[in-house]
């Protein structure tokens, strides 16, 4: 019993001190099955509600985490991430629905930048005076990268060097973009709201979870990159498409192949 436990005190620590190549995240079965079928040497890892999976793909150690949906989900599950396997490079991946009228079913989105299109400061307005979107602004996220001064993002960057990368990839089921990829812990339906957010914040797709897992990745100065496929347009195909889970999983695959 003790030689057991010896030994599962052994591997823990061992996991801790372990660098792992690439950590590939997704909110929902659709989007993870591909990913984690794709793992030699499995090994699933639960940390509070979170699930990770750690394994390889050929050569490259490899985290896959399902982070679940939503803003709370992303960071804390990206946070446990790094602090746990320590990735050399994020990426995020999943499906979105699309803000951009060039966008058609099936394209991807690589995320040059990631925005929060929730944060909102209104101006002031009287009572009985209503709501309106002329008095919304937008409000930027606040980090303090040197633990001294606070800088602003009104939208992350990703990586440059992955964002190219993942550029250079055919997508099999429709086109490839470098755009800017909105989330919020919102759905939204209503075709003028998703043209009024497109305009002002300037997104191409909607999302739960990309800006929030780049801000924790911006915190920790860890590589990152988004990449997401457009599962349903409100214009076009209202229907959400569940199989663009799987195609983007497939996307991605190659692309951590690709990675040196």
């Known amino acids: 019993m003790l030689r057991l436990l010896l030994s599962f005190i052994f591997a823990a620590h061992l996991l801790a001190e372990t660098r792992f190549d690439l950590l590939l995240q997704g909110a929902v079965e659709s989007e993870l099955q591909p990913l984690v079928g794709a793992l030699q040497h499995k090994r699933e890892v639960r940390v509070g509600a979170w699930t990770f999976w750690t394994g390889h793909l050929g050569k490259k150690a490899v985290v896959v985490s399902r982070t679940e949906q939503g803003p709370i989900n992303a960071v804390v599950a990206t946070t446990v991430a790094i602090e746990r396997f320590h990735p050399r490079a994020i990426i ?18 690589v995320g ?3 925005t929060d299109y929730s944060g909102i400061r209104t101006d002031h307005a009287d009572e009985g005076k209503g709501t ?3 008095r919304w602004r937008i409000k930027p996220h606040m980090l303090r990268l040197d633990n001294r001064n606070i800088t602003e993002f009104f939208r992350f960057p990703g990586t440059i060097s ?24 919102q759905f939204h339906r209503e075709i003028d709201t998703i043209a009024w957010f497109h305009k002002v914040f300037g997104t191409d797709s909607e999302d739960m979870e990309s800006a929030y897992a780049a801000g924790v990745a911006t915190g920790f100065g860890t590589p990152f990159v988004a990449i997401r496929m457009i599962s ?11 199989i663009a889970g799987q195609y983007c999983a497939e996307f991605v695959l190659k692309f951590a192949e690709s990675l040196p």
């Open 132 to 134: 309106s979107l002329a």
């Open 92 to 109: 995020n991946q999943g499906t979105a629905g699309a803000h951009n009228r060039k966008l058609k079913l099936y394209d991807i989105v």
């Open 112 to 114: 040059e930048f990631t």
């Open 232 to 242: 349903d347009l409100e214009w076009d195909h209202p229907q959400f498409e569940k």
């Open 162 to 185: 992955l964002v190219e990368a993942a550029l250079q990839l055919p997508n099999p089921h429709g086109r490839v973009f470098k755009g800017n990829i909105g989330s919020a812990y």
